[in-house]
Antibody, heavy 115, light 106 residues
Framework: QVQLVQSGAEVKKPGASFKVSCKAS????????MHWVRQAPGQRLEWMGW????????KYSEKFQDRVTITRDTSSSTSYMELSGLRFEDTAIYYC????????WGQGTLVTVSS | EIVLTQSPATLSLSPGERATLSCRAS??????LAWYQQKPGQAPRLLIY???NRATGVPARFSGSGSGTDFTLTISSLEPEDFAVYYC????????FGPGTKVEIK
């Protein structure tokens, strides 16, 4: 069965960076792109970007364009999402979800930005 | 960016009642709209994709309709486990999500 398992919760200071991993299993990793979505407390889901797991091409939301980097390691079937220049409002749960339809999601990673 | 609006923001209903949720897009999506259910502390769950197709394992009481800019999610008879927040999402131009409709117990 398809599974996406994300790394654990993190606490970061303003201005720092974090990197979340998303390990895929149960399918051929390079067949499907991966999206990254976040949800701040009490807020709507927010699309951050996408990676073509086959060739590594990326597309980022304009909102995060300058601060986000999505990568993948095909040898370990893992996608990574790094966000830099953290602000308090980046406190959120970060999810990976498989394209094209978003039928499979990771369990989410809570990142707290606190001084 | 395609903007999605959802109405109502909150729907107060009793188990067994019919729920009708709306989603409107700022430009045509063709049929590239999905509906998700989210419960507290859980990841979203895909219910409907491409406007009217139920995802695997989704009960038949959930149905989707619409095309272009106006879409509807209908829950024919609410079960206790259906009280949650519902989001629409477009994948016509990358992804965006609507603000959500909370279906609460009346």
């Amino acid at each position: 069965q398809v599974q996406l398992v994300q790394s654990g919760a993190e606490v970061k200071k303003p201005g720092a960076s974090f990197k979340v991993s998303c390990k895929a299993s149960g399918y051929t990793f390079t067949t499907y792109p991966m999206h990254w979505v976040r949800q701040a407390p009490g807020q709507r889901l927010e699309w951050m970007g996408w990676i073509n797991a086959d060739n590594g091409d990326t597309k980022y939301s304009e909102k995060f364009q300058d601060r986000v980097t999505i990568t993948r390691d095909t040898s370990s079937s893992t996608s990574y999402m790094e966000l830099s220049g953290l602000r308090f409002e980046d406190t959120a749960i970060y999810y990976c979800t498989r394209a094209p339809r978003g039928e499979y999601w990771g369990q989410g990673t809570l990142v707290t930005v606190s001084s | 960016e395609i903007v999605l609006t959802q109405s109502p923001a909150t729907l107060s209903l009793s188990p067994g009642e019919r729920a009708t949720l709306s989603c409107r897009a700022s430009q045509s999506l063709s049929s590239l709209l999905a509906w998700y259910q989210q419960k507290p502390g859980q990841a979203p769950r895909l219910l409907i994709y491409d406007a009217s197709n139920r995802a695997t394992g989704v009960p038949a009481r959930f149905s989707g309709s619409g095309s272009g800019t106006d879409f509807t999610l209908t829950i024919s008879s609410l079960e206790p486990e259906d009280f949650a927040v519902y989001y629409c999402q477009q994948r016509s131009n990358w992804w965006t999500f609507g603000p959500g409709t909370k279906v609460e117990i009346k």
